[in-house]
Antibody, heavy 117, light 110 residues
C-alpha cells in the first residue's frame, strides 16, 4: 500500500516562499505522475500541478510563474515551492499519486500552511 | 481552467438515491473520458470513488456509479447510507496534463 506524507513549515510570511516535501513509502516514485492539490479553509479542492517521475512538470496556468515542482528519486520524494505567497495561499496542501488514467488514487493526510506575518 | 460546476448541496433519505452533476466544457469533461470523483469527510483527505467516468477502484461499494453525457458528468449514490454524508468533488483532465476540480457538493440526509 502506497503511503504519502507531507512535511514542511506550517507558517510562512507574506512574500516569502512556501516549501513542502512529500515522502512516498510502500512503493517507488519511479513511475507515473505525482501531484500537489490544495484546499483553502472551508473551500474546495484546487489542482496545483504535477510531476512525472522523469522530472517533466505541469502547473495550473494561474499559478504557473510561482510554482516549482521537483522530484528526488533517490529519496523517494517530490517537492513543491510556491513563491511570493499571500494570505490567499493559506490552505491545506495535499500530495497525491496519479492523474491519467486512474485519477488520484493515494493521498497524503494534508498539511495546513498559514500565510501570516 | 475554470472550476467545473457542481450543485452546492444534495440530499436524500436513507436508502434512497442521490445524483450529483458536474458540468464543464468541451475542453475538459466533454473532451475526455477522464472524469473522476472524490469523497471527503470533514478533516480527512479525499478518497477516490470513481475514475475514467464510471470505473470503481477496488473496495468502493457498487452503490457508487458514474456516467457522462456531453459536457456533464454525474455521480449517483444508491441506497444512501449514513457514511455517505460527505463532500463530493469531481475532477476532469483538461488536456496538456492539466486537471480541473469541481466546486464541490455536500451530500446530507433529509
Amino acid at each position: 500500500q502506497v503511503q504519502l506524507q507531507e512535511s514542511g513549515p506550517g507558517l510562512v510570511k507574506p512574500s516569502e516562499t512556501l516549501s513542502l516535501t512529500c515522502s512516498v513509502s510502500g512503493g517507488s516514485i519511479n513511475s507515473g505522475y505525482w501531484t500537489w492539490i490544495r484546499q483553502p479553509p472551508g473551500k474546495g479542492l484546487e489542482w496545483i500541478g504535477c510531476i512525472y517521475y522523469t522530472g517533466s512538470t505541469n502547473q495550473k496556468t494561474s499559478l504557473n510563474s510561482r510554482v516549482t515542482i521537483s522530484v528526488d528519486t533517490s529519496k523517494n520524494q517530490f517537492s513543491l515551492k510556491l513563491g511570493s505567497v499571500t494570505a490567499a495561499d493559506t490552505a491545506v496542501y495535499y500530495c497525491a499519486r496519479g492523474g491519467l488514467p486512474g485519477g488520484f488514487d493515494f493521498w497524503g493526510q494534508g498539511t495546513l500552511v498559514t500565510v501570516s506575518s | 481552467q475554470s472550476a467545473l460546476t457542481q450543485p452546492p448541496s444534495a440530499s436524500g433519505s436513507p436508502g434512497q438515491s442521490v445524483t450529483i452533476s458536474c458540468t464543464g466544457t468541451s475542453s475538459d469533461v466533454g473532451g475526455y473520458n477522464y472524469v473522476s470523483w472524490y469523497q471527503q469527510h470533514p478533516g480527512k483527505a479525499p478518497k477516490l470513488m470513481i475514475y475514467e467516468v464510471s470505473k470503481r477502484p477496488s473496495g468502493v461499494p457498487d452503490r457508487f456509479s458514474g456516467s457522462k453525457s456531453g459536457n456533464t458528468a454525474s455521480l449517483t449514490v444508491s441506497g444512501l447510507q449514513a457514511e455517505d454524508e460527505a463532500d463530493y468533488y469531481c475532477t476532469s483532465y483538461a488536456g496538456s496534463n492539466i486537471y480541473v476540480f469541481g466546486t464541490g457538493t455536500k451530500v446530507t440526509f433529509l
